[in-house]
Structure formats: C-alpha cells, structure tokens
C-alpha cells in the first residue's frame, strides 16, 4: 500500500515559480512510476509530467520546458518544479504512482495510487 500527501500549492503571478511535493509512504516507492495531474474547474483531470526513472520523463505540450519533475528517493518525495507560470497553469495538482511502469502513462487509469491534491492559482 502507497500513500501519497501533495503540498506546495499556493497563489503566485503570471511568470513566477513554484515547487510542488508529493510525499509518499511504502518501502517500494522507489521503484513506482510517479505521474504529476492537474484538474482546473469544470474540467477532466489531465496529464503533466510522468517520471520512471532518472534518465525516462515525459510531459505535456503545455508545459514542456516549463516544468520539471524530479525525485529522491531517500526521502520519498517527488517534486513537480513550475517556472514561468501562466494563468492556465491553475489547477489542482495531483500526484499518483503505479507499481508498474504503464505504457500509456499519460492516462489518469493507469494509476493506482493518488493524493488528495493541492492548489495551484496563477494570477495576472
């Protein structure tokens, strides 16, 4: 059993950054696929950024050489890094894990693990 515990949220401007974390429980985390989703408001929940180990990472267009997802697993803590944020950026940020790598990680059904997510707001 894995569980996870997004924080880091918060409200910044357009252009400015922010780190989310995700926490995760369980003795195997290091060897999970970790997935960063966000949902805004009357919205599907969709794809950000997957990490399978430190060489495979994958993003969405929309934010692709804005975002970083990264991993220590000493601590077994996941991080999604934001940096030039936009007003679609807001959302809320959830982080899930699956025990095995899946083929299409940019799916919200391929993951059995979830958090309970955090906010992120991105004004002008």
């Known amino acids: 059993q894995v569980q996870l515990a997004e924080s880091g949220g918060g409200l910044v401007q357009a252009g400015g950054s922010l780190r989310l974390s995700c926490a995760a429980s369980?003795?195997?985390?290091?060897?999970?696929?970790m997935g960063w989703f966000r949902q805004a408001p009357g919205k599907e929940r969709e794809f950000v950024a997957a990490?399978?180990?430190?060489?495979?990472?994958y993003y969405a267009d929309s934010v692709k050489g804005r975002f970083t997802i990264s991993r220590d697993n000493a601590k077994n803590t996941v991080y999604l890094q934001m940096n030039s944020l936009k007003p679609e950026d807001t959302a809320v940020y959830y982080c899930?894990?699956?025990?095995?790598?899946?083929?299409?990680?940019?799916?919200?059904?391929?993951?059995?693990?979830w958090g309970q997510g955090t906010q992120v707001t991105v004004s002008l």
């Open positions: 990490r399978w180990s430190s060489s495979i990472t």
């Open positions: 899930a894990a699956d025990p095995v790598w899946p083929i299409n990680y940019a799916s919200r059904y391929s993951y059995q693990y």
């Open positions: 369980g003795r195997t985390f290091s060897s999970y696929a």
